[in-house]
């Protein structure tokens, strides 16, 4: 378990490190949180083999409960879709948050198509 968190924690740290600063002037990109899941070592293994198919959800917040996933906000309904998708095709019990941070269902976003 400590070295798949690690290695999430490395995964974070190259992105940010990768994007390099920003211009003074420049506005810092907004993120906001699609989806949260259990902190155990068997969901981190699913939603790792997952997230290696979408490099776009890029901030991944590990707490001792819980984890959560941020995307950029331009890319939050596409990521939602993605994770719902998953959710019904392969049972991960991955909980999606909307725009608002509540919680909402794989049906309801794959329905909207928007998932808000």
């Known amino acids: 378990m400590k070295s798949i968190l690690l290695g999430l924690w ?4 190259v992105r ?11 506005k810092a990109p907004e993120y906001v ?3 949260n899941y259990a902190n155990t070592p068997k969901m981190n293994s699913e ?6 198919k979408r490099k776009h959800i890029e901030a991944i917040s590990v707490g001792s409960a819980g984890v959560t996933l941020s995307v950029r906000a331009s890319q939050a309904d596409e ?3 993605f994770l719902a998708e998953a959710i019904k095709t392969q049972g ?16 309801s ?4 198509g928007k998932g808000k």
């Open 16 to 26: 940010v490190m990768a994007c390099g600063a920003a211009a003074p002037d420049a």
């Open 47 to 52: 939603v790792d083999l997952l997230l290696r």
């Open 109 to 112: 976003v794959l329905e909207s």
């Open 79 to 81: 990521a939602r879709k």
């Open 33 to 35: 949180a699609v989806a």
């Open 92 to 107: 991960l019990q991955i909980t999606l948050l909307n725009a608002d941070g509540k919680i909402i269902t794989p049906e």
């Open 10 to 13: 490395l995964c974070v740290v």
